[in-house]
């Protein structure tokens, strides 16, 4: 998976519209510069890495929704939730598809069979939700959305409003504080699922609440210094930890539908087969359940979120030049500009 580019230009210490119009028109090109490695099935990263150059597009687009004009974006809104469906799809498939491949080598004669069969209905659903992005990507579409995209985002950061209407005189930076510390709370208000270990839903919340404040963290990383991305960083753990409870959860309710079909149509050996896959998949969400367990409680015994907020409301240290750079950037420093790394 490619790492975000570095957005040029951006000013934390600037009016926001223009730094988000930054930060929006380039992650709509990173999405457009994966296009050819997403339709290589060669390789799968392809794909995947087009899936996070689409989330960490729309990510920004809900980081920044109070402070622009949403209705001038609707035209391009639903035509970037197909393409993330789209992409989502194939890619789903091949993670499914990888990690039944592995765990075939580790089954008994007796599970491999009907393992296999569930292999290969993942693969034609795969083939067909190909068949879709490729339809999705053709005669120069995304290009044209691409066009679109940016007339609107012009239209969207041109009229400065908050949630109440009010002028926007807010700098880049302090619209991040706000934004992390609305993802962080969204995530802390979440991790009362962690206690209620049934509750599927609360959970899977929960991990994309984590995805959430992990991508603004890294968006707004260079306005506040080195130090923030430790925080990115176990936000991290603790969204993969979550994502790895939420990939159980569907197995383990998609090979509970095939135990219930294997019961009806009295077909005994695909029975045992999945019942050894459903139990299989219960001991290994455990395993992960008690992982993401112990990382908020480290969060909470290290008190990582009291941590952070005060790092937000301290002043960052401005980054250090050669004297070169301070040379050459000198009309910027006068302005007290940072630039933003993402």
């Known amino acids: 998976m490619a790492k975000a580019k570095r957005i040029k230009g ?18 709509f090109g990173e ?46 809104l639903k035509s970037l939730r197909d393409i993330a469906d789209a992409l989502g799809e194939v890619r789903d498939q091949d993670v499914a598809i990888m990690a039944l491949e592995k765990l075939q080598t580790h089954t008994s004669d007796g599970v491999s069979p009907a393992l296999k069969q569930f ?25 044209q959305l691409e066009s679109s995209f940016t007339a609107a985002v012009d239209e969207a950061t041109a009229g400065r409003t908050t949630r109440t209407q009010v002028p926007l005189l807010i700098s880049f930076r302090k619209m ?3 934004i992390i510390l609305d993802r962080l709370k969204e995530l802390e208000k979440l991790s009362d699922g962690l206690f209620r270990p049934f509750e599927v839903e609360t959970l899977h919340e929960m991990r994309i609440a984590a995805k959430r404040l992990r991508y603004a963290i890294e968006l707004f990383q260079q306005c506040w210094g080195r130090s923030i991305a430790t925080y990115a960083k176990r936000t991290a753990r603790l969204q993969t930890a979550l994502g790895d409870v939420h990939d159980c959860d569907v197995w383990i309710e998609s090979f509970g539908n095939e135990i219930n079909k294997a019961r009806k149509q009295k ?34 015994a290290a008190d990582t979120s009291g941590k952070l ?7 960052p240290k401005p980054a250090r ?8 950037t000198l009309p910027q420093n006068q302005n007290q500009t940072t630039n933003l790394i993402v």
């Open 10 to 27: 951006i000013k934390c210490n600037s009016e926001a519209p223009a730094g988000m119009k930054l930060v929006l028109v380039t992650r």
């Open 31 to 76: 999405l457009v510069h994966f296009k050819a490695a997403a339709l290589d099935w060669n390789d799968p990263e392809g794909v995947h890495s087009m899936r996070v150059a689409s989330r960490r597009l729309r990510s920004a687009l809900r980081d920044f929704t109070p402070y622009l004009h949403k209705r001038r974006l609707s035209s391009v």
């Open 119 to 143: 292999i290969d209905a993942r693969k034609e659903i795969r083939d067909k939700a190909r068949e879709e992005l490729v339809t999705m990507f053709a005669d120069d579409q995304l290009k």
């Open 176 to 178: 991040s504080r706000a």
């Open 267 to 300: 077909q005994d050996e695909n029975l045992q087969a999945f019942v050894w896959l459903l139990s299989h998949f219960v001991k290994l969400r455990t395993k992960h359940l008690r992982k993401a367990l112990d990382l908020w409680s480290d969060w909470e």
């Open 309 to 315: 907020r005060t790092l937000l409301n301290s002043e």
């Open 321 to 328: 030049r050669s004297p070169r750079s301070q040379e050459e």
